[in-house]
């Protein structure tokens, strides 16, 4: 069974993307811990980063910083942090977050009430900042 992100990669579930090429993907979390809380998949379905080839892993980490960039062009954070969980879905995966203390690094602090029209907006700044 495919995953909910290749579901999303796929198009058969919705997506606010912030960037896609031929080998990985960002989007936004429908459940962020902060605004401007992205994940950075790869296109191929790998269960565990650690899985991922090195070439690839190397692009998602690439993309992964990039995506950082725009987030602190966006939001002016103190840092920007990458976390690699991965317990939630088995796609590899990471979560590009800004923050101002490591208090704010908590997944139970995610959102999952954000409205749709805020998560545009996310979007729509994250997309011009990235270009």
């Not at 995953?3 to 080998?23: A, C, Q």
């Not at 989007?27 to 650690?50: K, M, Y």
């Not at 980490?61 to 976390?83: D, H, M, N, T, W």
């Amino acid at each position: 069974m495919a995953s909910v992100f290749t579901r999303v990669l796929g198009g058969e579930l919705p997506g606010r993307f912030v960037h896609r090429d031929e080998r990985a993907a960002a989007f936004l979390t429908i459940a962020p811990i902060n605004p401007g809380h992205v994940l950075v998949v790869p296109v191929q379905e790998v269960d565990s980063w650690t899985d991922l080839e090195p070439d690839l892993a190397a692009h998602v980490f690439l993309v992964a910083q990039r995506v950082a960039k725009a987030v602190e062009a966006v939001y002016s954070p103190r840092r920007v942090g990458l976390v690699v969980a991965g317990l939630e879905v088995p796609h590899a995966h990471l979560h590009v977050v800004p923050f101002d203390s490591e208090d704010e690094l908590s997944f139970a602090r995610a959102r999952s009430d954000v409205p749709a029209e805020e998560l545009d907006e996310v979007q729509r700044r994250l997309i011009d900042a990235f270009r």
